[in-house]
Nanobody, 122 residues
Framework: QERLVESGGGLVQAGDSLRLSCEVSGGPFSNYAMGWFRQAPGQEREFVGTISASSGTTHYGGSVKGRFTISRDNAKNTGYLQMNSLKPEDTAVYSC???????????????WGQGTQVTVSS
């Protein structure tokens, strides 16, 4: 059973950067694709991006492309979400997830973290 713990969230100003981490324990992290999703109050969950298990190929949602970068360190069982040029509309709870496929579809992910709050002030 995989366990995922996000960290690195907080309150920042517009234009700032923030890096989220997702530490994985309990299983073979390197076998899974990792996805990042976010959800703001009153809104549906939104795909942020994903990174494949083997090649490290990444894909991003349209609203974050060019500003956010996903990476992973399989030796440390940890994934990362680097967020640059943050905007107030990026405010949300950010969650990482593991799945077999590097997909934009949340339902295809098997394991989820509890989420970390990111708040961007204007």
């Amino acid at each position: 059973q995989e366990r995922l713990v996000e960290s690195g969230g907080g309150l920042v100003q517009a234009g700032d950067s923030l890096r989220l981490s997702c530490e994985v324990s309990g299983g073979p992290f390197s076998n899974y694709a990792m996805g990042w999703f976010r959800q703001a109050p009153g809104q549906e969950r939104e795909f942020v991006g994903t990174i494949s298990a083997s090649s490290g190929t990444t894909h991003y949602g349209g609203s974050v492309k060019g500003r956010f970068t996903i990476s992973r360190d399989n030796a440390k069982n940890t994934g990362y979400l680097q967020m640059n040029s943050l905007k107030p509309e990026d405010t949300a709870v950010y969650s990482c997830a593991l799945g077999i496929y590097a997909s934009a579809t949340a339902e295809l992910y098997n394991y989820w973290g509890q989420g970390t709050q990111v708040t961007v002030s204007s």
